[in-house]
């Protein structure tokens, strides 16, 4: 099972809910996720309103509810944002999320390592968005990360896993949880992660824009069970040159 | 600095794309502002269901299925500007008005109570009347009951921006009106709104004064619509390059009946305007896209998901007039009269989250 932090989860799919059309289909398309953690943006919600159509759909006994920082432009901004929000309520997970430039919402990695040192001694759980940088990865990791959360293409494109080469460094060497975040467009991106041997994903606007979001829902559960499994029972190597699956000849004529 | 190109150039450039060039530029994965004069050309004219296709695709995409909900708050009538098109303008006998700030407060809460989360206020120019300082205080009185506060009042410094900004104010509309300089030396006959430069130059400067976004926009019916968008864009790219962390919003207001006698210049019909939409956001993927209750409910019904991002609703164009529906001197009258819970219905019916809140106070506490 999938550790982060003290609290394991049996799914390894994590839920974005930006971008859905209604409360109602967002609620569908997470129980049909089987995910167990759910992001929301602290700038769409209002935790001191009990009316709150999005915090309403999210049973916090059956789902860990991650607030992330989105719109933060710096530092500063996500840190205070992040007290304001514990200070209301929101626990001790936080997605972390300094995003300057509005058109990309590419996360800055200065000001994101900054943010991680503050908050990791105010005792937060800390889980950063960043690009697929692997040394910035282990910056993250030794300042206290709980995981570490690149990109596989830029929010919202559904490019899939455009940076497959720099995840796979992240993997290989990080000693805290990958969750691929972003960009992922259709299941089989999902299972691709997965094989590749990420720890889990994040996915919002593949499933809240799909025709029908909560049958994506599942199908990205599916897609994320599979690519794990693949990854767990070894894939074989891909080569350029046929070879037989039953060998006609084996090295059995060696005696000793 | 930014300039733009006279119109006849504009218009020349437009004229000159062909069938082909916009099959080109439909196809293209980033448009150039070349591509965006293609866009808007005549030839495009019988393409607008394909563009009308992709710049829905690109806004489901980018915004999801959503379209953000505001409000205007007009604090003051009073102006010291003439200007043909404008029912505030200083030569029209209308009954003038600026809110105390307990009354702009009393009006505000109004909004609030409604439900609304994301409000504009707006002012005509007078800044001895209506100044920075009004604006901050006003600003300081309401940044912990509003998820964010917008202006669009007289053009101001960086100083003054950076000085709203941290007070609480989160973004600044100003728009061109038109850029062709011609037109507009013509219709602003007298005043501080008379020096185009200046005008050009303040969404740059209120970039530079650290708001979060800054909106442009050409008021539709004083110039040609063609090339009034070539020269928006033009705009928007420029400020793109040289403010990368503002968020940048667009909007096309078309003339509404005002006060005073003026007739608009040129037509721009709803096949116009959806053009124009089209042609801006498949030109710019991430630009807000509003779409005001200067355009009647069926219109703006009917654009949902295809481009706009943001709706106005319930609006009233009169200072005070929350309070009292039977205040009159408003800027000009207004084309949707549902209210903010008819056009939340409207927007589920259509399928889009109707989003009251998208950002937070505690953004800008410092």
């Known amino acids: 099972m999938l550790k982060i932090a003290d609290r394991t989860f049996r799914s390894r799919l994590f839920l974005g809910t930006g971008k859905f059309d209604s409360a109602e289909t967002l609620k569908k398309a997470i129980e049909a996720s089987g995910s167990e953690m759910i992001t929301v943006a602290l700038r769409r919600v209002d935790l001191n309103d009990p009316a709150d159509d999005i915090m309403n759909v999210l049973d916090r006994t059956k789902y860990l509810f991650l607030p992330n920082t989105s719109g933060a432009r710096d530092a500063k901004e996500a840190v205070r944002l992040a007290r304001l929000a514990r200070a209301a309520g929101s626990g001790d997970w936080l997605k972390l999320e300094v995003t300057p430039d509005p058109r990309t919402l590419l996360p800055d990695p200065i000001e994101t390592l900054k943010a991680t040192e503050e908050l990791v001694k105010d005792g937060f759980i800390v889980l950063p968005y960043i690009n697929a940088d692997p040394v910035l990865a282990l910056r993250l990791q030794d300042a206290g990360a709980a995981a570490v959360m690149p990109l596989g293409a830029p929010i919202g494109t559904n490019l899939g896993m455009i940076t497959r080469f720099q995840v796979e460094i992240i993997i290989d060497q990080a000693r805290v949880p990958v969750v691929v975040d972003a960009g992922l467009g259709a299941p089989s991106d999902a299972a691709l992660a997965m094989e590749i041997g990420a720890d889990a994903v994040l996915v919002n606007t593949a499933i809240s824009i799909a025709g029908d979001p909560v049958k994506m829902a599942a199908a990205f559960a599916q897609a994320v069970e599979a690519g794990r499994a693949a990854y767990e029972a070894g894939l074989g190597k891909k080569s350029s040159e046929a070879s037989a699956s039953s060998p006609l000849t084996g090295l059995d004529f060696i005696k000793d | ?366």
């Open chain 2, 1 to 366: 600095m930014f300039e733009i190109p006279s119109f006849a150039q504009l218009t020349d450039q437009i004229n000159s794309c062909t069938d082909e060039d916009i099959k080109r530029s439909l196809r293209a994965a980033h448009l150039s502002t070349h591509d965006l004069a293609v866009l808007l050309s005549p030839a495009a004219d019988k393409h607008l269901e394909a563009m009308a296709k992709r710049s829905a695709d690109i806004t489901a995409m980018r915004f999801g299925r959503t379209t953000q909900i505001y409000a205007p708050l007009y604090v003051s009538s009073f102006c010291t500007n003439r200007c043909s098109y404008c029912g505030f303008s200083a030569d029209n006998k209308i009954e003038r008005r600026i809110l105390s700030l307990d009354e702009a407060e009393a009006e505000a809460m109004i909004l609030h109570h409604r439900g609304f989360n994301h409000i504009l206020l707006v002012s005509g120019e007078a800044p001895a009347k209506l100044g920075v300082d009004y604006l901050e205080k006003l600003a300081l009185r309401l940044r912990n009951r509003f998820a964010s506060i917008s202006i669009e009042v007289q053009p101001l410094s960086t100083e003054e921006y950076a000085r709203l900004f941290t007070a609480g104010i989160t973004s600044v509309a100003i728009y061109q009106e038109t850029y062709d300089r011609n037109i507009y030396d013509r219709v602003h006959i007298a005043g501080k709104k008379c020096d185009y430069d200046f005008r050009l130059e303040t969404p740059a400067r209120a970039a530079a004064g650290s708001m979060r976004e800054v909106g442009i926009g050409a008021l539709l019916g004083l110039a040609d619509w063609r090339a009034e968008g070539l020269a928006l864009g033009l705009h928007l790219a420029w400020l793109r390059k040289n403010f990368w962390r503002t968020g940048l919003t667009v909007s096309f207001p078309r003339l509404r009946p005002a006060a005073g006698e003026f007739q608009p210049l040129c037509e721009v019909n709803e096949r116009d305007l959806s053009h124009l939409i089209f042609a801006l956001r498949i030109f710019d993927p991430d630009v807000g896209i509003i779409l005001s209750t200067r355009e009647e409910a069926r219109y703006r019904n009917g654009m949902l998901g295809l481009g706009p991002t943001r709706y106005s609703a319930g609006s009233c164009t009169a200072p005070g007039g929350y309070s009292d529906p039977d205040t009159t001197g408003e800027q000009f009258s207004i084309g949707d009269q549902r209210s903010i819970n008819e056009v939340c219905a409207a927007i589920k019916q259509k399928g889009f989250d109707p989003v009251r809140k998208d950002w937070d106070a505690a953004f800008q506490l410092q």
